[in-house]
């Protein structure tokens, strides 16, 4: 190959990336924002309101996984067919999705008003903690189905190369949540302060807006999503046996890590309020930071799907080796931004000394192994669910987490009652043989699999 020719390949690499991952960068860093002043606003408040939604956005967590994984594995044969330019299986695919999101949204939203404080006493035994809880809980789960409905189209978006609409409906989102919050938690132009109760209806109202417009833009730009319904459910038994073969392990990939994210979130509230609320801060900052390495894997995936599923394996694998390349490098940078940044980030909250140091340690940890996280995510969900290999991608966070990471924290938690940042330490170690698995199967072509023939 001369060099011409690779200094082209590069510069459509390069160029294709940023196009697909700068919108989503922004995209994620708004949600992640959206998070973040929600913690700070409820922050202001006292540290119990802040474990409080903690704790209730944990049941959040897990229906958002669920979501996340039907959308991801639906996204996996949009990008694909994307790459063939099958419109109409991206829109029986659009259905399929649509269809499952809205079916578990209800459902999660109907237990949430059922059993509230069975949900809350799950991660914290505290009274007026889980009373705050619930109040956030039954209010917040209404939006779900709104949420369901965003990220069905918003992923489906990404995987046609059109990341701008997400990223502007987030915008519309941020600012009527943060709005919304300021009116509400503290009770301003006439309005009483309704605390939580107050940042759950800013959410709830900020996702119905987010769904409304999403749905709007799409449509008025009537591009391949803008399906009809009839096309939508133009789905036979063997579209959707071909379908749930990837979207079934990327679901349970998704749900084994939410369900031990929320396992995680119990053995941290065994160590008390403080702990519990120094982890909801620390996590929300963390997912500032990461918000890069989310553009990065969605880039990864659609890109890596668009070349499997047009034929082009080779060009795949060049892929694969540059992805693996920027992955180290950018968790290497925002390894060291975090570390430097943690006093001044942890200054912006209202915590006590105890909190304030447990939560600088847990940020210094983080930044540590930020790097591995990274090269995790890129390859698990951009690498191997963009090649079509969902199953072995199951197969190693299946392993991980429950081999490694969930029994290293009930033993640090409940056995040693070790101080909260040495249970995030040791539940650091899964990402590591993470990595180690992942890489593994990348020297090989089992990976790259076409899901649409």
């Not at 059922?114 to 035994?125: A, G, Q, V, W, Y």
């Not at 505290?126 to 069905?152: C, E, M, N, Q, R």
């Not at 799907?305 to 047009?310: F, L, T």
Request: charged share 15%; with cysteine.
């Amino acid at each position: 190959m001369t060099v011409e020719k690779l200094q082209n390949k590069q510069s459509i690499f390069y160029n294709t990336l940023l196009k697909l991952a700068i919108p989503i960068v922004i995209q994620n860093l708004i949600t992640s924002s959206i998070n973040m002043v929600d913690t700070i606003m409820i922050g202001k408040i006292g540290e119990i309101e802040i474990a409080a939604v903690g704790i209730a956005n944990q049941y959040f967590f897990l229906f958002n996984l669920l979501i996340v994984g039907i959308t991801s594995g639906a996204g996996i044969f949009i990008s694909q067919y994307w790459g063939q330019k099958d419109k109409e299986n991206i829109r029986r695919t659009l259905g399929l999705s649509l269809i499952s999101s809205i079916i578990f949204s209800i459902l999660f939203t109907i237990i949430a008003f059922i059993m509230p404080e069975t949900i809350m006493k799950l991660f914290n035994k505290d009274p007026y903690v889980i009373g705050l809880g619930i109040h956030y809980l039954k209010i917040v789960s209404i939006s779900y189905v709104f949420t369901a409905v965003s990220l069905v189209f918003g992923v489906s978006s990404r995987c046609v190369e059109d990341t701008v609409a997400p990223m502007l409906v987030s915008i519309v989102a941020l600012l009527v949540n943060a709005s919304l919050n300021y009116i509400f938690i503290f009770g301003h132009l006439g309005f009483p302060a309704m605390g939580v109760k107050g940042a759950a209806l800013a959410t709830l109202i900020a996702r119905i807006v987010e769904a409304i417009v999403l749905i709007f833009y799409i449509y008025a730009k009537k591009g391949v999503l803008s399906a009809k319904w009839k096309q939508m459910l133009d789905i036979n038994k063997s579209f959707i046996q071909r379908a749930l073969r990837t979207i079934i392990p990327v679901v349970i990939n998704d749900m084994c890590w939410a369900i031990a994210m929320i396992i995680y979130a119990i053995a941290y509230g065994n160590l008390g309020t403080q702990a519990m609320a120094a982890v909801q801060i620390t996590t929300t900052i963390q997912n500032i930071f990461m918000v890069f390495t989310f553009g990065l894997a969605n880039g990864a995936a659609v890109m890596i799907g668009h070349q499997v599923g047009a034929g082009n394996i080779e060009e795949g694998k060049e892929y694969t080796r540059r992805f693996v390349k920027l992955s180290i490098i950018v968790g290497i940078f925002i390894g060291i931004i975090l570390a430097l940044s943690a006093p001044t980030v942890l200054s912006f909250f209202n915590i006590s000394e105890e909190v304030h140091n447990s939560a600088l340690k847990i940020l210094y940890i983080t930044s540590l192994i930020m790097c591995i996280k990274v090269l995790g995510v890129v390859t698990i969900v951009g690498i191997l669910r963009g090649g079509g290999d969902a199953g072995y991608a199951l197969k190693v966070e299946a392993l991980t987490m429950w081999g490694v990471g969930v029994p290293l924290a009930f033993l640090g938690s409940f056995v040693f009652k070790f101080p909260v940042e040495i249970v995030v330490l040791l539940v650091g170690l899964e990402e590591v043989t993470k990595v180690v698995f992942a890489l593994k199967r990348l020297r090989t072509s089992e990976w790259i699999r076409q899901v649409t023939n």
